[in-house]
């Protein structure tokens, strides 16, 4: 006999034993996952990573959300668990530390797959299946600070707990399925569909139960006519409740254009997750919807189709109308990262389809014709390196950048692939096909879909990388350069004309001490609040209706220079660039109370004024000096220029220009540089450059310039104390 005390140690051993292949697949794909996550030298896909970081930052400092100061709401619980990484004092320290979790994190998608797949196929196929979900191309967030890295496991998670549920319909389960579908709309907003998606599996559980298919076989066509008739009653009244209470819904549902454009790009979004998987499990998984004829009936199958089926509609649906929308009031995208969802349920469908070589045929028909459709008719995007809301689209995109793969080589490689891939499901299914042939079909195929979405998953994290180090030239090392001198001191940030607030953006994420941002012009926009100060005559910043009260005092300044220049000691400078034209940041520490020397507006990070002209404010000054202004029109034609030096006058909190002190007339050719230097007084006063002949270098010279822009002159404004001996 079996000594009793070995008995529960060798159970042990056998259960290590059948787990280690799944995490020998769970571990491996961390570690190419954390690979690519120390690879990504920083975020880029803005606002989504900085607004995330701002709340998640203010959690961990003081308890309460917030972005930039200003309170703001838990929208997902996603930044609460990002909160305690942000204790970690060094910033790269933190962000490396914050990548490794979501890896670990976004990757766990394979486990509940894994044990949802166990109900319906056997073990090596339901391996398959949580490989094929934890391997598609939208694991390349995991690097990214985004909610879809805990909120695609956990819709995962959701599926599991509901079919559980359903299945074996005890407390236990069916408690923690009720609470999980509450808790899904914290963790992503998207997740709404979980609920939804819950009643509707409830629904179609009681339609598809042998009691009521017992009672739909006496139906007449008129009992059918009616049924179809409640159906659209049904859909009318939710869409109109949706509509008073949803301004986004009406929005979208008023007008046939918009519920045009829900269904060209909700099939946009589904043409992206075809591209991204492979076109097959979208084929076989759709088709596992619909039972084969004479198959016998399983309430573990009945389950899976019914929550598949509903979170098909559910988040196919949400996709399609969020993608309308955007189109109207932001931008016209491919959201394929809001139907990635489904994707761990196509999986599992997929291999149940394999594992027992039965399907619908007439499902696999429509399923494989609406593929093809999507194969041949979804923009490829080629022309961008990597969109950040369709990774699916990474594997094209990467064929077209290293191999200068045309989009009809593409949509050639994807036809391919779908008409191989759709003939070796039917060969793998056919009844009069060899079991051991129709096995190795089988397994060829699973390999090849594997292959296909580790592929596209390792060229989306290639452009990401690729992408990132583009950032990092913008912002240029070392990155937390204004957190290193400052010692975390409250810092604010002022620039003007901003045309591209990427800089920004990257040097508020790595520097922690930048507690608030703004413009003089508002050119600086969220995530967060970036209003600009109350300024007085004398140059001094307040934050409140009395400038006895100013609200807030920093300690340092980062500075917009030249046309922002502050009163304190220069601490340090920092190069960055707009495009390819460097520019420099400097820091100051700052007078107390915070006050601004000089400011200038209307000129553009090139240097050129724009279609109002432009404006020079001197706030003070111990004694008089000299103002010099150079001003170009780089081989323009030749433009009459007024020059105005008035007083500083207030409107609004704000200085303006006030009484005019005197004003000078020049001409300045295109052929050099124009010096002009004014006296000017010991108190604050202001220059308003007038340029005449303004144009627009694309109207003027299309073969040469492309540029939109309305210009004036390259503007330089310099203020001496002296004016130098060699000034002419």
């Known amino acids: 006999m079996v000594d009793a005390a070995v008995r529960p140690r060798a159970a042990v051993a056998d259960r290590l034993l059948a787990a280690a292949p799944l995490a020998s697949v769970y571990a491996w794909l961390c570690i190419v996952y954390c690979f690519e996550a120390w690879k990504r030298a920083t975020p880029w896909v803005f606002t989504d990573e900085l607004e995330l970081t701002q709340i998640s930052r203010s959690i961990a400092d003081t308890g309460h959300p917030a972005r930039r100061g200003q309170p703001y709401g838990i929208h997902t619980l996603y930044v609460v668990l990002l909160a305690p990484l942000w204790l970690i004092h060094k910033v790269s320290t933190a962000y490396a530390a914050i990548k490794y979790v979501d890896v670990f994190v976004m990757a766990s998608v394979l486990f509940p797959t894994y044990f949802l797949a166990r109900m319906l196929v056997r073990k090596p196929w339901a391996l398959f299946a949580a490989a094929g979900a934890a391997a598609i191309p939208s694991l390349a967030y995991s690097s990214y600070i985004v909610e879809e890295n805990l909120a695609y496991p956990y819709a995962a998670l959701c599926f599991l707990l509901i079919a559980k549920a359903f299945v074996v319909r005890s407390r236990g389960w069916i408690v923690s399925a009720v609470v999980a579908a509450i808790v899904a709309p914290a963790v992503r907003g998207e997740l709404i569909v979980v609920p939804i998606l819950f009643v509707l599996g409830l629904f179609f559980m009681w339609w598809s139960s042998d009691t009521q298919r017992e009672r739909r076989r006496s139906w007449s066509w008129s009992d059918w006519l009616g049924a179809v008739a409640l159906w659209a009653g049904a859909i009318i009244v939710i869409s109109g409740f949706a509509s008073r209470y949803y301004q986004e819904w009406y929005d979208v549902t008023a007008y046939n254009w918009t519920k045009y454009r829900a269904f060209a790009y909700g099939d946009w979004a589904v043409g992206a997750l075809v591209t991204g998987l492979g076109a097959i499990p979208v084929v076989a998984g759709l088709a596992s919807l619909v039972a084969p004829r004479g198959e016998v009936r399983l309430r573990e199958v009945r389950v899976f189709r019914c929550i598949a089926t509903a979170a098909v509609i559910g988040f196919g649906l949400y996709t399609a109308m969020k993608a309308s929308y955007e189109s109207q009031f932001f931008e016209t995208r491919v959201w394929e990262r809001d139907l990635i969802y489904i994707a761990p349920l196509l999986f599992v469908g997929t291999a149940l389809v394999l594992d027992r070589r039965r399907v ?16 041949l008719g979804t923009p490829l995007q080629l022309g961008v390196q990597l969109v950040s809301d369709a990774l699916g689209f990474a594997i094209i995109q990467g064929a077209n950048r290293y191999y200068e793969w045309t989009v009809s ?17 039917v060969a793998a299914t056919l009844p009069r096909v060899r079991r051991g042939l129709a096995l190795g079909l089988a397994g060829v195929l699973a390999v090849g879909i594997l292959a296909w979405n580790v592929t596209g998953e390792i060229a989306a994290a290639s452009g990401s990388v690729s992408i990132s180090r583009d950032f990092g030239h913008i912002l240029q090392h070392p990155f937390s350069w204004v ?9 604010i940030y002022l620039g003007q004309g901003v045309v591209d607030q990427r800089p920004e953006w990257l040097l508020e994420f790595w520097n922690r001490s930048i507690t608030t941002v703004s413009s003089l012009d508002a050119t600086i926009g969220g995530p967060g609040p970036a209003g600009a100060p109350n300024i007085t005559t004398a140059g001094r910043l307040y934050w409140t209706a009395d400038p006895a009260r100013p609200g807030k005092i920093f300690d340092y300044a980062v500075e917009d220079w030249p046309c922002v220049d502050f009163a304190g000691t220069l601490v340090e400078r920092h190069p960055y660039l707009v495009g390819n034209s460097p520019k420099l940041w400097r820091l100051i520490r700052l007078t107390k109370p915070n006050r601004l020397l000089a400011t200038c507006s209307g000129i553009y990070p090139d240097g050129w004024s724009g279609p109002n002209d432009s404006t020079y404010f001197r706030y003070s000054g111990t004694h008089p000096g000299w103002i010099r202004i150079r001003l170009s029109r780089q081989n323009w034609p030749p433009s009459p220029v007024e020059i105005q030096l008035t007083h500083i006058a207030e409107q609004e909190n704000s200085p303006v220009l006030g009484g005019l002190i005197r004003e000078k007339r020049v001409v300045i050719s295109g052929a050099k540089t124009t010096t002009v230097w004014l006296h ?6 202001a220059v308003h450059v007038l340029v005449e002949n303004k144009f627009i270098p694309r109207q003027l010279s299309p073969s040469t310039s492309s540029d939109p822009r309305t210009l004036g002159a390259l503007v330089d404004y310099r203020f001496f104390t002296t004016r130098p001996r060699r000034a002419a």
């Open 360 to 375: 619908n045929w007439f499902a696999l028909a429509a399923a494989s014709a609406y593929v093809l459709y999507l194969v």
């Open 409 to 425: 080589d593409a949509r050639t490689l994807l036809l391919v692939v779908f008409v191989v891939g759709v003939a070796l499901v």
């Open 483 to 491: 957190d290193d001198a400052t010692g975390r001191k409250p810092t």
């Open 680 to 685: 000017v007084p010991a108190r604050g006063f």
